[in-house]
């Protein structure tokens, strides 16, 4: 249920806070494979900003951090057209180098790229209409920032986040928990059909630290595993303040920091 309830959003922005074994892959890979089947740049659609008539949607772009989720991704949309000769029918070209691409007669397409030791440099360039980024708190801020210049590309282009959290308050947390434009699913392993007392405590042996088992299992933000200081004693600390206002205390010791807790 809660995997149809997130497929059938219509948002433009949707992040998936999702913990481990929910189904996060099954439901991207169909995401980009309906969008790919039911898309063609051939057709004309109404752009309500620029008040015309444009060429309909034609590419989505799948983001990941390493090139292995990359092929799950792409492996299980292979076997959705696979299982259905009129779906094959329609692929005019499969490939997985230089990257994943799946595009059909209509024009429309699928690509997909990780991100790797260099960043998201190869996607710069590119094009797209819908975007899907997975474990999308493990992908590096210049990379996520790469991609969401590509929103940039007309004022329909949709994007599609997931993962399990970090710990880290970067993008991911921020369209979670700050971005009202963004509509959260937030599951966590407990929503699995399959849950039972046995998988909890073979979980909790694999998962024996509190905060693994908040991001993993709970999916909540919990403390980064390489923070140097607990967010909540960060925040405790901080005030806001006027540089006019502030006036020096001679008994006080003052210190300043820069890339802090990464």
């Given at each position: 249920?809660?995997?149809?309830?997130?497929?059938?959003?219509?948002?433009?922005?949707?992040?998936?806070?999702?913990?481990?074994?929910?189904?996060?892959?099954d439901?991207?890979?169909?995401?980009?494979?309906?969008?790919?089947?039911?898309?063609?740049?051939?057709?004309?659609?109404?752009?309500?900003?620029?008040?015309?008539?444009?060429?309909?949607?034609?590419?989505?772009?799948?983001?990941?951090?390493?090139?292995?989720?990359?092929?799950?991704?792409?492996?299980?949309?292979?076997?959705?057209?696979?299982?259905?000769?009129?779906?094959?029918?329609?692929?005019?070209?499969?490939?997985?180098?230089?990257?994943?691409?799946?595009e059909?007669?209509?024009?429309?397409?699928?690509?997909?790229?990780?991100?790797?030791?260099?960043?998201?440099?190869?996607?710069?360039?590119?094009?797209?209409?819908?975007?899907?980024?997975?474990?999308?708190?493990?992908?590096?801020?210049?990379?996520?920032?790469?991609?969401?210049?590509?929103?940039?590309?007309?004022?329909?282009?949709?994007?599609?986040?997931?993962?399990?959290?970090?710990?880290?308050?970067?993008?991911?947390y921020?369209?979670?928990?700050?971005?009202?434009?963004?509509?959260?699913?937030?599951?966590?392993?407990?929503?699995?059909?399959?849950?039972?007392?046995?998988?909890?405590?073979?979980?909790?042996?694999?998962?024996?630290?509190?905060?693994?088992?908040?991001?993993?299992?709970?999916?909540?933000?919990?403390?980064?595993?390489?923070?140097?200081?607990?967010?909540?004693?960060?925040q405790?600390?901080?005030?806001d303040?006027?540089?006019?206002?502030?006036?020096?205390?001679?008994?006080?010791?003052?210190?300043?920091?820069?890339?802090?807790?990464?």
């Amino acid at each position: 249920e809660y995997q149809a309830l997130a497929l059938r959003c219509t948002s433009k922005r949707k992040v998936h806070r999702w913990g481990r074994r929910l189904g996060k892959t099954d439901n991207l890979s169909i995401e980009g494979f309906h969008f790919l089947y039911t898309n063609s740049p051939k057709a004309q659609r109404w752009d309500s900003y620029r008040q015309e008539w444009v060429n309909g949607f034609g590419t989505c772009l799948i983001l990941t951090p390493f090139l292995s989720q990359v092929k799950n991704l792409f492996g299980r949309m292979r076997e959705l057209i696979a299982s259905n000769p009129e779906l094959q029918a329609e692929v005019k070209r499969d490939v997985s180098t230089p990257y994943h691409c799946i595009e059909l007669y209509n024009g429309c397409k699928i690509v997909g790229f990780s991100a790797g030791s260099s960043g998201a440099e190869s996607v710069r360039g590119q094009k797209a209409d819908h975007i899907i980024l997975d474990e999308m708190d493990y992908l590096d801020e210049a990379s996520i920032e790469t991609i969401l210049a590509l929103l940039m590309e007309h004022s329909d282009v949709t994007l599609s986040c997931a993962s399990t959290p970090s710990g880290r308050r970067e993008y991911f947390y921020r369209f979670c928990r700050e971005r009202m434009d963004f509509k959260e699913f937030h599951y966590s392993s407990h929503a699995n059909p399959s849950w039972s007392p046995q998988m909890e405590m073979e979980l909790r042996e694999f998962y024996n630290t509190e905060a693994g088992w908040q991001h993993e299992i709970l999916a909540e933000f919990g403390e980064a595993l390489t923070s140097v200081f607990q967010h909540q004693y960060v925040q405790a600390g901080r005030l806001d303040y006027r540089y006019e206002e502030v006036v020096r205390n001679p008994n006080a010791q003052y210190s300043i920091g820069i890339d802090w807790n990464d």
